[in-house]
């Protein structure tokens, strides 16, 4: 576990906002959580997040076109996608777009802190090239 590591959190249901960054931080885990997708892209806190846990379904501009618009502007970050939704256009969608997790709700804790420390695995295999 990298607890200098910032994970960042969006999903538009606050009460699944603070129940994930409990659990992160409970493990350890430095936590940015934000309301929205957009609310993500314009903060200070992009530049810093090393795994991003994300809704599938938000208002506005939901998981994948969250994705979309951060690698379009240059930024790999490991992503982890959650949804309540099994709608598997969707799913395929996220996947194709880099996402390396879709975890349908109700997560459990270890099913999301084994996906995290996959993720940030990954993001520092990625780092390391």
């Known amino acids: 576990m990298a607890a200098t590591s910032l994970i960042?959190?969006?999903?538009?249901?606050?009460?699944?906002?603070?129940a994930t960054t409990?659990?992160?931080?409970?493990?350890?885990?430095?936590?940015?959580?934000?309301?929205?997708?957009e609310e993500f892209l314009r903060s200070e806190r992009l530049k810093d997040t090393c795994c991003l846990v994300t809704d599938l379904c938000m208002p506005g501009v939901n998981g994948v076109d969250l994705q979309r618009r951060l690698s379009s502007a240059g930024h790999s970050i490991p992503t982890i996608v959650i949804t309540a939704h099994s709608d598997g256009h969707m799913h395929a969608a996220a996947l194709r777009c880099g996402a390396l997790a879709l975890l349908l709700k109700p997560v459990s804790e270890q099913q999301l802190i084994s996906c995290l420390e996959g993720a940030l695995q990954a993001g520092r295999s990625g780092a390391a090239q």
């Open 8 to 18: 960042s959190i969006v999903d538009d249901d606050l009460s699944v906002r603070e």
């Open 22 to 37: 409990s659990l992160l931080e409970a493990n350890g885990y430095v936590t940015a959580a934000f309301g929205s997708a």
